[in-house]
């Protein structure tokens, strides 16, 4: 560089002496500029050498930075730390936290083998609920799942806020290790801090950043952070930002400090995602600047579920590999059939932490509700303070103590029949209870304690509430079996009040006084009391277990005052309608089907099956009069009702159906009752026309001398045509032959003379027909009369064929006649089309029945009949519709169609139309209008006469209803036999 400055210096000298000389003479020429000119280049000399000096300077000192910076740069890429600090973070956040609980198992799954995604919802912060247990909102709203709201390309505040235990710290720990997992997004570096290890240096020294807290945790994990690398991560936006906790900072004052420090990171590195979760009550005070607030929603169903089976099959698969699948979906199905059988702790289990807790209870101590007691006393634990130190936070009052005082605020509360108190009572009850612990701790920092921790909660501004009911309940049954003060149970055994309050008691306490108080005071209430208090008490005294059994029994005895079976049966009643399956905020569905011993109950006869099987095949408008019954006798209960659709449409409510082999049920809609049975499943009134035409047959094939005198008829009539004298005798033995039963409903010997009358002029063709005539006739078989046809036919065309009015020789090889005025059209095509076959050759009377149907319009026959009459077995498939009719509509939908056929057609009075109709309505006033047993004699006759008259009609809605009429016939009888089953039952809903 030397070298090359005295280069051009030289240059500059050679150039310049030559240069000089010539100047001279311009200089003197031109003296003023030439000064100026002298005046400027020395400057611009003097600026250069200033120059030069500061950028060495400058030089010198960005050497230094990027020699620092490359270094740097080198130390982070070959250190590998965005590896290793994935790696970590994945290892630290691997298990499920179970920090707290005290009923924990050998095994604690995976966090991504029972993980269950937490739904969010936007919410003001003074809208979501603190308590354990929080309700759903009246309107539900959509449901956002926080990593669909992360990695967008408008970075987000978000604050969660949740209830105590609702899954904020278990969602964060989640998206952590799924954002370490996969590196796709742009923001796919997380930051996760717990503000209760960090507060305290925040407040002390708000000029922290986030890389400083970062490097600090990340430390804790053995991750060593090369200089600048988390700063680096923030600048470029490449981070989601995970603050958990912030209601666990101490005070207000230190809350307020540190939300400001939040915004002020917020702004240092606002293209990253923030997210903070809290308690509702920590919020409030100070909320985040900026922040979309987002609630965190109930456990659905379906999630319940999910969790409960992955729980299981985690644990299971630790215990033993072999068989692990099947005892978990044994186990898992167990603790949830439980569950829904007990509401008052499936209700709980919309929160996570307890649903956690109730699992861990059910897998380690045995069977749930039965522990319901022990249950309750472990969340109270938890949450009061076990989770507290398991979390290092400070805790200035033991669990026992805090459970103490809140036992005798449950115990006031309840004395005063209520579940909330105005804030100056709440204090005023703690107050007397916190002195016997603390002279230094106040009543407000008691209830500020408790509700941070979600037992209380604020329902309403300066009115407070267990975050439960159960919860008041079981503390104040912990309050009296602590201090003794049983007798306010024992004076309150027909109060539903204290009902539950009650059976927390007895669970684990001597429950005889009790049940002995409640034998005295002999009410509905008080006797479902006892048998509830024996079923908790194991040790109850073998003499009252036996008085109560002779009470049960007295419900069945006959000599029974009516008074007192009407107190038993609300008790049976209550007792089997007692587990119920909760629906949304406040519908519940009873999860037992009614029993054949209750419907016994109700109707006062023999309970027909297995007593406690469930009961099948009622009428609707029994099941009106039934839900009638059972709110009279259950007055002082819940009001029963049908349940809709989308209540018995609910999974657990179809899981518990059909567990009791139920799948057809009672429902109430806006046009009435109507059976439900779920999709794919048989409808129970459902019947096919082929069911129908089978049991024509069968009552055809039952009845041969009324197929007999039908063809009889026929053969008479067309006798008529060509030998009066001879039908006239045939006439007399047609009356004086052997009739079955269902021949006068029929009307089969009615008019017989006016048809003759009415008869083409008599030919005088016959001397004398076969002397098989009469006997066949007398004989009154189908075969045989079918006989007399074939030889009558074959006997005109042979010896009078040329006698015969012209056409009428052609006619006579299938002859059809009209006998439709006498046994109308579908008797008519019947006997023509048996009497067709019998004279084309066939040795029997075949196509009878199928002709009935076809006439009738129960069976369509295809496009290509052949044969004679059209009808034949040569032809494409019948086709045959569906029909459905309730057997308790089956009365009325007589009394209508009759009386519509009336009107339309106006039957003179003695014509078979007439007697056809009178027929029918007696049937429909008669079995067919009760539940009582249809004999097959009365299902003939309205099923043959009901087709009948669809026959007489052209295709419409009144045929269709005369149809109909046959096949609901039809179906009930087959459901007498058994061959359709019986599958309507009454589940009975609240709410």
Not at 326 to 341: I, V
Not at 410 to 439: C, I, N, W, Y
Not at 563 to 587: N, P
Not at 877 to 904: G, Q
Request: charged share 25%; aromatic share 6%; glycine share 8%.
């Amino acid at each position: 560089m030397a070298r090359t400055m005295r280069r051009i210096g030289l240059w500059l000298l050679a150039a310049g002496i030559p240069a000089a000389g010539l100047g001279v003479g311009w200089s003197l020429s031109h003296p003023v500029l030439a000064g100026a000119l002298t005046a400027g280049y020395a400057t611009l000399v003097a600026a250069l050498r200033f120059t030069g000096d500061v950028a060495g300077k400058l030089r010198e000192r960005w050497r230094d930075r990027v020699v620092d910076g490359l270094d740097r740069l080198m130390l982070r890429w070959l250190s590998r730390f965005g590896r290793r600090y994935r790696a970590a973070m994945l290892a630290a956040m691997r298990f499920v936290d179970l920090k707290g609980l005290s009923v924990v198992g050998f095994y604690t799954p995976e966090l991504d083998e029972v993980f269950v995604d937490v739904s969010l919802e936007r919410r003001a912060p003074g809208q979501v609920s603190g308590g354990l247990v929080p309700s759903e909102p009246t309107v539900p709203a959509d449901r956002l799942w926080l990593g669909d709201l992360l990695n967008r390309r408008r970075p987000l505040i978000l604050a969660v806020i949740g209830a105590p235990g609702s899954g904020k710290t278990t969602l964060l720990r989640h998206t952590t290790r799924r954002l370490c997992g996969s590196r796709r997004g742009h923001r796919s570096v997380p930051l996760l801090l717990y503000l209760r290890d960090h507060a305290a240096a925040i407040v002390a020294d708000p000029t922290l950043t986030l890389p400083d807290l970062a490097r600090q945790q990340a430390g804790q994990y053995g991750a060593s952070e090369p200089p600048g690398w988390f700063e680096q991560c923030l600048r470029k936006g490449r981070c989601v930002v995970q603050l958990d906790g912030f209601d666990e900072v101490a005070t207000q004052a230190d809350r307020r400090a540190v939300a400001t420090w939040v915004e002020h990171q917020v702004v240092r590195y606002p293209r990253n995602d923030f997210v903070i979760t809290s308690r509702p009550h920590g919020y409030r005070d100070a909320p985040i600047s900026g922040a979309t607030v987002l609630r965190t929603r109930n456990f659905t169903d379906e999630q319940v579920t999910m969790f409960v089976r992955a729980w299981y099959l985690a644990v299971e698969r630790q215990a033993s590999a072999k068989g692990a699948r099947s005892r978990a979906a044994s186990r898992s199905a167990d603790l949830l059939d439980r569950l829904k059988r007990s509401p008052e702790l499936y209700t709980l289990t919309v929160n996570p932490l307890l649903l956690t807790m109730i699992a861990n209870v059910h897998r380690e101590r045995g069977a749930l509700p039965g522990s319901r007691v022990d249950l309750y006393g472990e969340i109270c634990q938890v949450v009061l303070g076990h989770r507290r130190t398991a979390l290092n936070l400070p805790n200035r009052l033991d669990a026992d103590a805090k459970k103490t005082i809140l036992g005798g605020l449950a115990f006031a509360m309840m004395g005063k029949r209520t579940s909330a108190l105005p804030a100056p009572d709440v204090l005023a009850e703690v107050r007397s209870q916190l002195r016997r612990f603390s002279d230094d701790l106040t009543p407000e920092w008691f209830l500020a304690d408790v509700v941070a921790n979600g037992m209380l909660i604020e329902r309403e501004p300066g009115t407070y509430a267990f975050a439960h009911l159960t919860l008041q309940e079981h503390l104040t049954a912990t309050h009296i079996r602590a201090t003794g003060a049983v007798d306010i149970l024992i004076g309150n055994v027909d109060d539903t009040w204290w009902r539950e309050t009650t059976l927390l008691y007895a669970a684990h306490s001597p429950a005889a006084p009790i049940v002995r108080a409640c034998l005295d005071n002999g009410g509905t209430a008080a006797l479902m009391l006892a048998f509830d208090c024996a079923e908790q008490d194991a040790q109850l005294e073998r003499d009252l277990r036996c008085h109560l059994d002779d009470v049960l029994d007295d419900a069945f005895a006959a000599d029974t005052d009516p008074d007192r079976r009407r107190v038993l049966a609300g008790v049976l009643v209550s007792r089997d309608l007692r587990q119920r399956i909760r629906i949304g905020d406040t519908a519940e569905v009873c999860g037992q089907p009614i029993s054949n011993q209750i419907y016994a109950l109700f109707g006062q006869v023999p309970a027909s099956g297995e007593p406690a099987q469930p009961a099948r095949g009622m009428w609707g408008r029994d099941v009106k009069k039934f839900v009638e019954w059972v709110n009279e006798v259950t007055s002082d209960g819940p009001t029963y009702r049908l349940p809709r659709r989308e209540e018995i449409e609910r999974p657990a409510v179809r899981e518990t159906l059909a567990k009791h082999g139920v799948d057809c049920v009672w429902l109430e809609t806006v046009e009435g009752l109507k059976p439900w049975t779920p999709v794919g499943t048989r409808m129970p009134h459902r019947i096919h026309g082929s069911d129908v035409e089978r049991l024509v047959r069968s009552d055809l094939a039952d009845s041969p001398q009324t197929v007999a005198r039908l063809l009889q008829l026929g053969v008479m009539v067309t006798i008529s045509y060509f030998d009066r004298d001879r039908a006239e005798r045939l006439q007399r033995d047609f009356r004086g032959s052997s009739r079955n039963s269902i021949d006068a409903p029929l009307g089969l010997d009615r008019d017989i003379s006016h048809r003759f009358a009415s008869g083409r002029r008599t030919l005088e063709i016959l001397d004398s027909l076969d002397d098989g005539i009469r006997a066949a006739f007398a004989n009154a078989e189908p075969e045989a009369v079918a006989g007399v046809g074939k030889r009558l036919y074959k006997a005109v065309r042979r010896e009078h064929k040329d006698n015969l009015p012209n056409g009428i020789a052609e006619r006579t090889s299938s002859v059809t006649v009209d006998l439709s005025p006498i046994m109308g059209r579908a008797l008519s095509a019947a006997v023509n089309a048996a009497l067709d076959h019998v004279s084309a050759g066939a040795e029997s009377p075949s196509g009878f029945a199928r002709a009935f149907m076809w006439k009738t319009g129960m069976l369509e026959l295809g496009s290509r009949p052949v044969g004679p009459g059209g009808i034949s077995g040569d032809r494409e498939p019948p086709r045959t519709e569906m029909y459905d009719l309730s057997p308790d509509s089956l009365a009325e939908r007589i009394r209508e169609s009759c009386a519509a056929f009336v009107e339309l057609r106006e039957p003179p009075a003695g014509s078979w139309l007439h007697h056809a109709i009178d027929g029918l309505r007696e049937a429909g006033q008669g079995t067919l209008s009760t539940p009582e047993r249809l004999t097959d004699t009365d299902a003939t006759t309205a099923r043959l006469l009901a087709l009948c008259l669809a026959s007489e009609l052209d295709d419409g809605k009144l045929r269709r209803a005369f149809q109909e009429i046959a096949a609901g016939v039809t179906l009930r009888q087959l459901r007498e036999r058994s061959e359709i089953p019986t599958k309507e039952t009454i589940v009975l809903a609240v709410g």
